[in-house]
């Protein structure tokens, strides 16, 4: 798929409004960069934002802060488009901040969309955000959410959390691999690590129930980090991979992008680091999971092909389950039709570990 065309269905998905994302595309189809039309896109949520808070209506403004938020990290998506040589550190970086602070303001004016949260970790403090369902008779099981290189909490993470959230799940959002709300920030991808800690927090938490075990889902690089949480941490004991990457190697660093996508998420531009922490990014070594790992492998993928699945069953064998999808990598363009099945997913583990899915011809049929 065009990367343009990609990344129009990756801001669809994330939030932006259907209308100003098609007002963005024709100011592109006029020569505007992808960057300042989807600004432009931001800048007019912002003022819709602004108007409804200053008229007293609160639900609206929180509304449009989260379109804000999503079109701040639309517009630094252009990164992948910058021709080499050309200026887009800052600005991304800058854009995700906006994203992030918009983000916060609809949480100030909804406190029921979720709440800001700091886990304590032996590596550091986690920040992300705790979001529950509706009222229930009971405490909610968790799935933890990770990003992948170029996604935030802020966005897409709370756009994959609606069908966890809508079938009873409570959903915590982690601010990693790139950590970009922490100062100072430490970027990690050794999840295992932290995966107790976020489970030891999980477990104080009143309104959740961790004594089923926690999910997780992730898509491309988040989807590795999935994988290490499972690893890292027994009481993980279902998770999503979504096109993951099981190693970060030559072939992947040749890509600009993807070099880019690195550097940014782990705060490295210096080109010896970025290739040391690449040969760092593999399964060996992690122990099999004691859950299970569902990887949606998508079969049009240029990015991560079958070598990687391949890779993921080698290691964790009889505790990983493919599932093929004929799509592009994390299936952007059919996410309406995946996504609600890993959720599906994740609540049939979450509420009976002993079930399973079985998929046949992208159709699911859940089995004793």
Not at 158 to 186: S, T
Request: net charge positive; charged share 20%.
């Amino acid at each position: 798929m065009e990367p343009r065309r990609f990344m129009v269905f990756r801001a669809a998905f994330a939030g932006v409004p259907y209308g100003a994302l098609e007002a963005a595309t024709l100011r592109m189809e006029e020569g505007v960069g992808w960057t300042p039309a989807l600004l432009g896109a931001a800048m007019d949520l912002r003022r819709l934002a602004t108007q409804a808070a200053l008229e007293g209506r609160g639900q609206s403004a929180a509304q449009a802060w989260l379109w804000t938020a999503s079109a701040y990290q639309a517009a630094s998506l252009g990164l992948h488009l910058a021709a080499e040589g050309m200026p887009w550190w800052s600005g991304a970086l800058r854009l995700r901040h906006r994203a992030r602070m918009a983000y916060r303001r609809a949480l100030a004016l909804e406190p029921r969309l979720g709440r800001a949260v700091r886990i304590p970790t032996p590596r550091g403090p986690v920040g992300g955000y705790l979001r529950l369902p509706g009222p229930g008779p009971a405490p909610a099981p968790v799935v933890v959410l990770f990003n992948g290189l170029d996604s935030v909490c802020e966005v897409e993470l709370h756009a994959f959390a609606q069908p966890l959230l809508a079938r009873g799940l409570a959903v915590l959002a982690v601010d990693l691999p790139a950590a970009l709300g922490v100062r100072p920030r430490a970027p990690l991808f050794e999840v295992e690590q932290v995966a107790p800690a976020l489970a030891d927090w999980v477990a104080r938490q009143p309104g959740l129930d961790a004594r089923g075990g926690l999910g997780a889902l992730g898509v491309s690089f988040g989807g590795h980090l999935v994988a290490r949480a499972l690893a890292g941490e027994p009481r993980f004991v279902a998770g999503v991979a979504v096109s993951p990457n099981a190693v970060f190697d030559g072939t992947l660093m040749a890509v600009e992008r993807m070099r880019r996508m690195l550097a940014l998420s782990f705060n490295l531009r210096d080109g010896h680091q970025l290739e040391a922490l690449a040969a760092r990014v593999h399964l060996g070594g992690l122990p099999v999971p004691e859950g299970r790992l569902l990887l949606l492998h998508m079969e049009q993928d240029r990015l991560f092909g079958p070598e990687h699945a391949e890779a993921f069953s080698s290691w964790g064998r009889a505790h990983v389950d493919v599932w093929a999808w004929n799509a592009e990598h994390v299936g952007t363009s059919r996410v309406h039709e995946w996504l609600p099945h890993a959720a599906d997913w994740l609540l049939e583990h979450l509420e009976s570990p002993s079930k399973t899915l079985e998929r046949r011809a992208n159709a699911w049929a859940a089995r004793e």
